[in-house]
């Protein structure tokens, strides 16, 4: 007897395939016979995937791939599609939190996943302007409508701006206000400058 088979190839995804392989049996006054073999080449693993490390960056921020990074995969058997959603959680200001899963595809359908968190946080001060250093003639009216109020800036979020005084009097119906004026932004980062104010009797 002799024995000889031939091979019908059926390429599937990646680099997966089928074979039946026909087997074919003759003797020796060429009676023959033949039976079919299914061999089938499967990718069931999933691909490697590697996230981008974690980062902390401050306000205002770029959070795009370009600056925060791209996962990387491999995969034996086929090719890689490499997408990314977001999820946002919002915190002070304008900071916030980002969830980002990096999902792994390969051709045969294949998927591994891993999740990279960015953070944008607010640690800056705001920046605050006193008003200037003032001297009036007793009776004097030392309120901010008259000695003016604080100014203050934030990058990242809205501010409050608040004063305390302290009050040092001295003869007569004279004294010495050191105001002190505070900027708290909304993620409670806080600067303060102190304004003098001085009330006197040159009459």
């Known amino acids: 007897i002799t024995i000889s088979h031939s091979d019908a190839v059926t390429v599937d995804c990646g680099t997966t395939y ?14 023959s016979s033949s039976c079919d073999q299914m061999i089938i080449v499967q990718d069931t693993a999933p691909p490697v995937i590697t996230c981008p490390i974690d980062i902390t960056l401050d306000c ?12 990387t995969a491999t995969d034996a058997c ?14 002070c200001g304008t900071t916030y939190q980002v969830v980002r899963t990096w999902l792994a595809v390969d051709a045969c359908g294949n998927s591994s996943s891993c999740d990279q ?5 607010d640690t800056t001060r705001p920046v605050i ?21 604080a100014t203050a800036m934030d990058v990242c979020s809205s501010i409050t701006i608040s004063h305390s005084d302290v009050v040092t009097t001295d003869c007569g119906a004279t004294y010495q206000v050191v105001r002190t004026w505070l900027a708290v932004d909304a993620c409670g980062n806080s600067s303060s400058c102190d304004q003098m104010i001085t009330v006197q009797d040159t009459t």
Request: glycine letters at 4%; one cysteine or more; charged letters at 10%.
């Open 18 to 31: 089928q074979v039946v392989r026909t087997w074919l049996a003759v003797n020796a006054c060429g009676n």
């Open 78 to 91: 086929s090719s890689i599609t490499i997408s990314h959603s977001d999820a946002v959680t919002s915190d």
């Open 129 to 149: 302007t006193c008003p200037i250093d003032i001297t009036l003639d007793c009776p004097a009216d030392t309120s901010t409508i008259n000695t003016g109020v």
């Open 117 to 121: 968190m960015i953070t944008v946080q």
């Open 60 to 71: 205002p921020a770029d959070t795009s791939t370009t600056n925060t990074g791209v996962a």
